[in-house]
């Protein structure tokens, strides 16, 4: 990486947005805090934030396309820059649908390469329904699905993309969480975590776009969004966490607080 990267300052708060509806009224007012601000992959087409964080394949992909990595530190997960010959050479002798194949719009001579595979998607549903048989079958192939493909993505040299080492496997929204907490802040306010329950609509203010899933899906069981959560305020003890707005105090730790809209905007000053 050639760019040295902002860090957080001894006693400046960060702010980690999520992409729960509870956060809509952030973006809409585009309110400038004196904080560093973390966001999760699609809130970079509504919100300029200082670091932006994306985990699946096809936002990083957009995300990329868009050249919003220029301006702004991005950090992606399972990054790794190949030469663009190897995805020439991973379709010789194969005939893959051209609906399984995504490619950025600017070919150069790196890549990255990235994707599930189709082949065993149908094995991978029916072990889960085995698994949970009283899923909603549709939701669940709908959600599988997601990000099916090879997903390759041309990249410039020397980009300054940060490829995420820790955590790997997490969600977006707790990825950075961790990460503002690995780049030293000490205070961090969370907004947008909502924790949608199978139960509810998806709770998401991308749900139907591109890169998403549909607006009619359901929402997800939140206990490993939790569990995530939670390793986070047991490892980071001396970091003081504040919850806005959350629908309930769904998680109990030390460091951990709640606060209101209105009590989260009179501490950082946002009118």
């Given amino acids: 990486m050639s760019k040295e990267w902002y860090h957080h300052q001894d006693g400046e708060p960060a702010v980690v947005l999520g992409n729960g509806e509870s ?14 601000t973390w966001g999760c992959n699609a809130i970079y ?22 050249e919003y990595y220029k301006d702004i530190e991005c950090h992606f997960a399972n990054w790794s820059v190949l030469p663009a010959e190897v995805a020439d050479m991973m379709f010789m002798g194969y005939e893959i649908p051209e609906a399984f194949i ?8 790196q890549c990255v390469i990235s994707g599930k595979d189709p ?5 991978k549903i029916e072990a889960a329904i085995q698994i949970h048989p009283k899923l909603d079958i549709k939701d669940l192939q709908m959600k599988m699905e997601k990000d099916v493909g090879v997903w390759i993505t041309y990249v410039e040299e020397n980009d300054d993309i940060n490829t995420i080492d820790f955590p790997t496997g997490w969600s977006a929204g707790n990825t ?3 990460l503002a907490c690995q780049q030293g802040a ?8 909502d924790l949608s329950s199978y139960d509810e609509p998806l709770n998401n203010l991308y749900k139907g776009t591109d890169n998403y899933l549909p607006s009619d899906a359901r929402g997800f069981n939140s206990v490993n969004w939790k569990n995530q959560m939670q390793t986070v305020f047991r490892e980071f003890t001396d970091v003081k966490f504040s919850w806005v707005d959350a629908k309930e105090e769904f998680i109990q730790e030390n460091n951990l607080g709640y606060l209101t ?3 989260f905007c009179d501490i950082l000053h946002i009118r």
């Fill in 23 to 36: 956060r809509k009224w952030f973006s809409d007012e585009q309110y400038e805090v004196n904080a560093v």
């Fill in 45 to 66: 087409r509504d919100v300029l934030v200082d670091k932006l964080v994306a985990v699946d394949y096809g936002m990083q992909q957009e995300i990329y396309d868009s």
């Fill in 102 to 109: 995504h490619k950025s719009k600017n070919r150069t001579d």
């Fill in 119 to 123: 082949v065993t998607l149908h094995e």
């Fill in 176 to 178: 950075a969480l961790h």
């Fill in 186 to 193: 000490t205070e961090i306010y969370i907004l947008g975590f």
């Fill in 261 to 263: 809209k209105t009590e």
